[in-house]
């Protein structure tokens, strides 16, 4: 996964509130974000494993169901419980 140089970067963190500014900008937000990764990750590596053995891919121990992961994000002040 490559991510833009900060560079790039300047110009959209200008569009949030300065309180978005401030969550997104936060350890919180990026280990929110890495764990969203990671589980989008094993999802795609699971389905692809399991298509392509012929298999009919189940859903993944913990996945979330498609679009949750982008409302976690929106300014919600829920943590997410558990590693």
């Known amino acids: ?3 833009p140089p900060l ?3 300047e110009k959209p963190m200008r569009w949030p509130l300065p309180e978005q500014r401030e969550r997104i900008q936060s350890p919180e937000f990026f280990q929110l974000l890495q764990s969203h990764v990671t589980r989008k990750y094993l999802s795609l590596v699971h ?3 399991a298509t392509a053995s012929g298999q009919q891919p189940q859903p993944t121990a913990g ?3 498609p679009g949750t992961a982008a409302q976690d994000c929106r300014g919600s002040t ?3 419980s558990g590693p």
Do not use: L, Y
Request: no cysteine; aromatic share 6%; hydrophobic share 35%.
């Open 78 to 80: 829920q943590r997410p």
């Open 47 to 49: 389905t692809a494993t």
């Open 7 to 9: 560079e790039k970067w």
């Open 1 to 3: 996964m490559e991510i």
């Open 63 to 65: 996945a979330k169901p």
